[in-house]
């Protein structure tokens, strides 16, 4: 019988215990492969949105409001290709009985923005006409050309005609779905259009300016702060960075104590053992055979851990994707993201299994490998 084989029939000899140390390296793997895929969906979600985001810069007010006139020295900066001015206010929903918060826009330029996504209708509104978010239509229950009136604070009624409601909201930074919007147009007699801006979004003909264009508005425009998606992205980074470190912490600790498991499951056997090992000797078995056989274990307990790791790893990540999709409703602005695996992250699970398993495995094989004949042969 070769050592391989010798090795193998061992490891059915103490179930118990060899099924509770591959279940300990088999935890660390699959929390392993469950976080690095679910950290490489969640990049990759984060990095397609800020494509898809369409504002290159955002500008607020340090205090106050934005001056009119900044939305020309804006235009003026080169590298920017379209200006969205803003303005916040909030009305009532008549029927329904409960505030809306309004943005009025300037059509022309959030149509070359492409922050807002019609999914019926247009974003061209005229007189007393409105665009409504997805949450919000669904709430006031309209639809396209219904009529819906709105309270201002100073108690001033206005029908406004539904033109357009947008897509539902999945951008990270959007939040647009509860929101109604106006033309800045006519919106003079809803809130006070010529006291500024609330916001001003900024598309730039490449995202490769965002940077210089937010450090030209900071430097000509007083009492702004303007912040480019690169800056915005950078924050969220950290944020997931200081996040993935404790995960990875919390990791590196479970495969420790799986590292820590399968030494002590061989060294255990190395004592259960020592008459058969020393009978192996008498029968002219050398060290080096001794230690083939006890290595060998430890990498099939790698194997077999870290195979099941694997697979419990790749459908932990579509469990936590379920969960987010359909439980934890608080949090649409990561729904629709997947876990990604990479091709790398397979050998690259088996081969930590396989190598913890073998550096708990090389002492008690070491050990094994020295024990004296006459002295195993007398162990009870």
């Given at each position: ?17 060899n ?60 590298g920017?290709f ?39 209708g247009?974003l ?63 919106a ?43 800056q ?6 950290s ?10 912490i919390?990791?590196?600790?479970a ?6 498991g ?41 194997l ?28 649409e ?18 081969g ?29």
């Amino acid at each position: 019988m070769s050592w391989f084989k010798l090795a193998f029939r061992n490891l059915g000899r103490r179930k118990s215990r060899n099924i509770l140390t591959i279940i300990g390296i088999m935890i660390g793997i699959a929390a392993l492969i469950a976080i690095i895929s679910l950290t490489l969906g969640l990049s990759a979600h984060i990095d397609n949105q800020f494509k898809n985001l369409g504002v290159d810069v955002l500008v607020y007010p340090v205090s106050g409001r934005i001056s009119p006139s900044s939305v020309n020295t804006i235009e003026s900066i080169p590298g920017v290709f379209a200006v969205g001015p803003r303005i916040n206010f909030v009305m009532t929903a008549v029927e329904k009985n409960f505030s809306v918060p309004f943005y009025t826009i300037d059509p022309n330029a959030e149509t070359k923005i492409g922050f807002l996504k019609p999914l019926l209708g247009h974003l061209n509104m005229g007189v007393n006409q409105t665009v409504l978010g997805f949450s919000l239509a669904q709430k006031l229950e309209v639809g396209i050309n219904d009529n819906v009136t709105f309270r201002t604070p100073s108690f001033i009624e206005f029908n406004l005609t539904v033109v357009g409601i947008l897509q539902k909201s999945q951008e990270i930074i959007s939040f647009t779905d509860s929101f109604g919007f106006v033309n800045i147009e006519y919106a003079e007699n809803m809130t006070n259009v010529n006291s500024g801006y609330s916001v001003i979004l900024v598309k730039c003909w490449s995202s490769e300016f965002s940077s210089f264009v937010a450090y030209q508005i900071q430097s000509k425009i007083f009492d702004v702060s303007a912040v480019s998606q690169s800056q915005i992205k950078d924050v969220i980074d950290s944020v997931r960075g200081t996040i993935d470190f404790f995960l990875f912490i919390a990791v590196g600790l479970a495969l420790i104590v799986g590292c820590l498991g399968t030494a002590n499951t061989m060294a255990v056997a190395v004592l259960e053992r020592r008459r058969e090992i020393g009978i192996m000797k008498a029968t002219g078995a050398k060290n080096r055979d001794i230690m083939k056989i006890f290595i060998v274990e430890s990498i099939l307990l790698g194997l077999l851990g870290g195979g099941l790791g694997l697979a419990i790893g790749y459908l932990a990540g579509w469990a936590v994707k379920w969960y987010v999709d359909n439980a934890l409703w608080f949090v649409e602005f990561i729904s629709g993201y997947a876990p990604v695996y990479e091709w790398w992250v397979w050998p690259l699970g088996l081969g930590i299994a396989i190598f913890i398993s073998l550096i708990a495995g090389v002492y008690p094989a070491w050990r094994a490998s020295r024990l004296k004949p006459v002295e195993t042969l007398r162990y009870e």
